[in-house]
T-cell receptor
Framework: DAGITQSPRHKVTETGTPVTLRCHQTENHRYMYWYRQDPGHGLRLIHYSYGVKDTDKGEVSDGYSVSRSKTEDFLLTLESATSSQTSVYFC???????????FGPGTRLTVL | DQQVKQNSPSLSVQEGRISILNCDYTNSMFDYFLWYKKYPAEGPTFLISISSIKDKNEDGRFTVFLNKSAKHLSLHIVPSQPGDSAVYFCAASRGGSQGNLIFGKGTKLSVKP
C-alpha cells in the first residue's frame, strides 16, 4: 500500500469555524489531490498540487484553499466551514499526471 | 454535465458467476481509464487500468474491455467472490495538462454466497 495518511480521521465542527485537514505521504510522489465523496456524486476533485507551492483548482474548489510547503504534506483548509461541506475527504497521490492515483483512508467531516 | 457515467447504482450477483460493471463516457479526448474498488470506511483502491491503444486488459479475475467507438468500458470479474462486494468507480482522463481523473458515481456490487 502507498504510504498515505490523513489526519484527523474524524472531525465534528460548527458552522463558521476554520478547519484544516492534513495529508502526508512517504512515497515522494510529485502530484497530490484532494477529493470529496458525497452520496450520488462519486469523487469530485477539490484542488490538486503538481509540486511544492504549485497548486490548482479542481471541479469543486469554492470555499476551500490548499497549501503545499513540503513534498510530503498537502493541507486542505475550509476557511469558514458550512453544512454543505459535510463530506468524506480523500487525499490521493500520483507520480505523474495522468497516472494511477493512490488514495488515503479518508477524513469524515461533519459541520453542524 | 457528467462526462463519466455509471448508470447502474447497484448490481447483485451470485458467488462464482460473472460480474459485469459498465461505464460510459462522453469526452472523446479521454485516453486513459481506470477502475477503483472501495470498501466502506476505506479509501478507494486501484484495481485495473487500460489505455486507449488497447481494447482489453486482464489481471487475474479482473478484465477491462474498452470500446472506443461506443465510448464504453466494462469491468468483468470472473468468478465473483463475496469479498468483491464493494463500490466500484470508473475513472477517465486525457493526456497533457488536463490529465486529472474524472470519476463516475459508482456501482455497488453485492456478491451473494
Amino acid at each position: 500500500d502507498a504510504g498515505i495518511t490523513q489526519s484527523p480521521r474524524h472531525k465534528v465542527t460548527e458552522t463558521g469555524t476554520p478547519v484544516t485537514l492534513r495529508c502526508h505521504q512517504t512515497e515522494n510522489h510529485r502530484y497530490m489531490y484532494w477529493y470529496r465523496q458525497d452520496p450520488g456524486h462519486g469523487l469530485r476533485l477539490i484542488h490538486y498540487s503538481y509540486g511544492v507551492k504549485d497548486t490548482d483548482k479542481g471541479e469543486v474548489s469554492d470555499g476551500y484553499s490548499v497549501s503545499r510547503s513540503k513534498t510530503e504534506d498537502f493541507l486542505l483548509t475550509l476557511e469558514s466551514a458550512t453544512s454543505s461541506q459535510t463530506s468524506v475527504y480523500f487525499c490521493a497521490i500520483s507520480q505523474n499526471n495522468p497516472d494511477t492515483q493512490y488514495f488515503g483512508p479518508g477524513t469524515r467531516l461533519t459541520v453542524l | 454535465d457528467q462526462q463519466v457515467k455509471q448508470n447502474s447504482p447497484s448490481l447483485s450477483v451470485q458467488e462464482g458467476r460473472i460480474s459485469i460493471l459498465n461505464c460510459d463516457y462522453t469526452n472523446s479526448m479521454f485516453d486513459y481509464f481506470l477502475w477503483y474498488k472501495k470498501y466502506p470506511a476505506e479509501g478507494p483502491t486501484f484495481l485495473i487500468s487500460i489505455s486507449s491503444i488497447k481494447d482489453k486488459n486482464e489481471d487475474g479475475r479482473f478484465t477491462v474491455f474498452l470500446n472506443k467507438s461506443a465510448k464504453h468500458l466494462s469491468l468483468h470479474i470472473v468468478p465473483s467472490q463475496p469479498g468483491d462486494s464493494a463500490v466500484y468507480f470508473c475513472a477517465a482522463s486525457r493526456g497533457g495538462s488536463q490529465g486529472n481523473l474524472i470519476f463516475g458515481k459508482g456501482t455497488k456490487l453485492s456478491v451473494k454466497p
